[in-house]
């Protein structure tokens, strides 16, 4: 089941310099700096209400962010949504006749498993599904 | 103060298509439908956790939304922040160097007064923030 919006991502060219706007924006410092080699992204993550904003800044220009860098403006990259099981909602939107990227969970930024969905099922949004990995 | 995430407006090209896809998505049917027609926009709102995700469809070409889809993808069009003083935040953030979009609060969808932050104050990400209208 969907609960709430885990958070949203931003793409984006200057992660510090981004970093410093979201700060003011948001009126907050960020609670955690992570990299994800594997998939060749830098993260910055800020407490929004029960959600998040996760600034995504390439580490590579090869990498998926990189590559989106690469042929779309920066801004919103995808919506993740926090589910109480994952395998089951993945299960459940596939019978609904959503096209996942992926089989499995993957493992994602800020300890979680993470699914996405392709935005052409979804008029246009990237969506990821997670949930917390310590479920596993 | 920005409490958290309001909500995540999506605009569509086919709002009666989108709304059935979010309802399969996120497995609840919206709680509002409602049309403004100052800014010529049909609006579809579901919960989600603490935040709603907002479906946007033109009700005319000339309209904010549809000038927008002219030109652009469908896809993820705003962040709206829930503040608990628009007047308040919207000095702090033109002390910060935010450009608003608007001098004063507007009346938006879901009884809410709304103001914009130019996107390209945010790294490409077009911000509303907003508040209940009833603290007017």
Redesign the interface.
Known sequence: ?????EH?G?A??DLE??TK??Q????VAPYKTETVEREGVKTVFFE????KIELLGATREDSPVGKYLSTQ????HH?A??VDDLKAEMK??QN???QLLSEEPKAGADDKSIVF?H?K?????L?ELCEDQSQF
């Not at 089941?1 to 919006?5: C, H, L, N, Q």
């Not at 929004?48 to 959600?51: E, I, L, M, T, Y």
């Open positions: 089941m969907i609960k709430k919006i949203i931003i984006v060219k310099h981004a706007t979201y003011a924006l948001l009126n929004c209400g029960d959600s403006k920066e801004g919103i919506i949504f926090f459940r939107l609904e006749g959503f969905l935005p099922s979804n008029h246009g949004v969506v």
